[in-house]
């Protein structure tokens, strides 16, 4: 009986571990996520391209995770480009509005004063990189911002689509250590199992 005490710090300290070790496990892999699939031509100009892919979106405004990837998107911009075009994507999939417009809105309200182009109609990952391909052929870098396997997805597709492009793929800001720590270790789980075969 005098053991019983001590029963319940060790299960709270087990479970403290468990927890910590999710979440540190997500961390990783999305860090390793946000480095994966990037180009091979090595950057040779000074335009960019950062294509931000929407998400499921019900509301008249943009949700928390459409803006948390509007910000990832506007800090992955380069500030010393000689042109840099931020790619919206996302029709619309959960409500009338498009989520490109939802999108852009929030990132004018954030203080986006460069140029942005929207793909208003892709209902998936895929057409939001098919769509995308016309607004970002000119540029000599390209950024894909998401939550990092998502992200991935996105670059692995361009790969399928036009390689000569994606030998233009750069890093994108999207992962930044303790950013939407609840959300990642679901994101992990649900991204790994969608990049199967990718």
């Not at 053991?3 to 087990?14: G, I, Q, T």
């Not at 994101?187 to 199992?193: D, K, P």
């Amino acid at each position: 009986m005098r053991l019983l005490p001590l029963a319940v710090p060790v299960v709270a300290v087990v479970a403290v571990v468990a927890v910590a070790t999710v979440f540190a496990w997500a961390e990783i892999v999305h860090l390793r996520a946000s480095r994966r699939r990037l180009g091979t031509a090595g950057r040779t100009g000074t335009t960019e391209a950062v294509v931000v892919l929407g998400y499921r979106n019900r509301g008249a405004r943009a949700n928390h995770l459409n803006r948390y990837r509007v910000r990832a998107g506007l800090r992955s911009l380069h500030p010393h480009a000689t042109e840099s075009v931020l790619v919206l994507c996302g029709g619309g999939v959960a409500g009338t509005v498009p989520e490109a417009e939802l999108m852009a809105r929030y990132a004018r309200r954030r203080g986006c004063a460069g140029t942005i182009r929207l793909d208003r109609e892709s209902t998936t990952t895929w057409e939001n990189i098919q769509n995308a391909i016309p607004l970002i052929e000119h540029a000599d870098a390209i950024k894909i911002v998401s939550n990092s396997l998502h992200a991935e997805k996105g670059r692995a597709y361009l790969w399928k689509l036009r390689p000569d492009l994606a030998a233009r793929l750069v890093r994108a800001e999207d992962h930044r250590f303790g950013e939407l720590a609840l959300v990642k270790p679901l994101a992990a789980v649900l991204g790994l199992r969608s990049l199967r075969g990718q």
